[in-house]
């Protein structure tokens, strides 16, 4: 049986599934950054009209998820399987957000690389035939993530100088079998990789070294091949130092950016070194990245969505952070 799988953990897709629709929601903070007009919608209310931010991000996923499928023009029940994570204990901004699309659902966790690890499942069980329309959908909340990570807001606690700001922000895809693109053509599956970083207020440098394993490891393809390599999210710091590790390859990265970085404006707006969560990277890919590639602004994007697998238990007992990242090659052509 001939095989998809190129090198060690590469899935070249035989029937390359195409993006039908996809969807963005932010908050007010996002929405001032320089991507402000491109997301579907922006909220000046943290709550998004409800009680608790638990409930307003669940709320951002449902309001993501519906403008991809509108925009895909199919109803919620056409979805054959959904693929979708946020940042809180069980997932459950996003499994509370399911409930209401009454389809097939597969929680996901992989923290900032949650995106990635979304759309990769949703293309892949299209290719391998098993339906006809898939969605992948993440999350993350400026103040769930705080309560979830760090320190509740109301402790006014301070952030480091190499902290980055979690992102309030949604994103959905609808993937079809068949559609006019743009398309996911690959699928690399991140490894697990850890350089015994133990400080949660430098994420950047946790991931970084998962970002250049599984940059390297791409489709057999130089990084020229790509009009934009994009991580997210690193951060300033993360991302300098996956520029650094290419240099010492002696790869120069010219058509490489963090979604951390893309999504504010680190010299107006008090971010740190940039953007994080889950809603980061989601909301760059379906605010920028995937128009680009439709308007035939960008004709092969590596979306590469990295995350520090930690949590606070772990790290109150002395463990270090371990990173991922998982690759999506994005293609305008089929």
Request: aromatic fraction near 8%.
């Amino acid at each position: 049986m001939e095989t998809k799988k190129q090198g060690s953990r590469t899935f070249a897709l035989t029937c390359p599934p195409s993006v039908a629709g996809w969807g963005s929601v932010v908050g007010k903070k996002e929405g001032q950054g320089p991507l402000g007009r491109c997301f579907g919608s922006v909220s000046q209310d943290s709550y998004f009209g409800e009680k608790t931010w638990e409930r307003a991000e669940s709320v951002m996923q449902e309001q993501a998820l519906a403008q991809a499928l509108e925009q895909a023009g199919q109803p919620a029940g056409a979805l054959d399987a959904l693929f979708g994570g946020d940042l809180m204990n069980q997932c459950i901004a996003t499994s509370y957000a399911a409930r209401s699309t009454g389809v097939p659902f597969f929680g996901l966790y992989g923290a900032c690389s949650t995106m990635a690890e979304s759309l990769a499942l949703a293309a892949l069980l299209l290719d391998g035939g098993f339906g006809e329309w898939t969605g992948a959908v993440a999350s993350s909340h400026f103040c769930t993530a705080e309560r979830q990570y760090r320190t509740p807001l109301e402790y006014g606690g301070q952030r480091t100088p190499t902290a980055q700001w979690t992102a309030t922000a949604a994103g959905a895809v609808v993937l079809a079998k068949n559609g006019p693109g743009p398309y996911v053509t690959h699928v690399t599956v991140g490894r697990v990789r850890d350089r015994g970083i133990k400080d949660a207020n430098n994420m950047g440098a946790a991931m970084a070294p998962a970002a250049y394993d599984t940059i390297v490891k791409d489709t057999g393809r130089s990084s020229g091949f790509y009009d934009l390599i994009v991580t997210g999210d690193l951060g300033k710091l993360g991302q300098a130092l996956v520029v650094k590790l290419f240099d010492q390859d002696g790869v120069e990265l010219s058509n490489y950016n963090d979604c951390g970085l893309m999504l504010y404006d680190l010299e107006d707006q008090d971010v740190h070194c940039g953007g994080s969560g889950c809603g980061c990277s989601a909301a760059v890919l379906t605010g920028l990245l995937l128009e680009g590639l439709r308007s035939g602004q960008w004709q092969n994007i590596l979306f590469c969505g990295t995350g520090a697998l930690h949590s606070p238990t772990a790290l109150g007992q002395g463990e270090s952070i371990p990173g991922i990242c998982h690759a999506v090659a994005l293609s305008a052509r089929r």
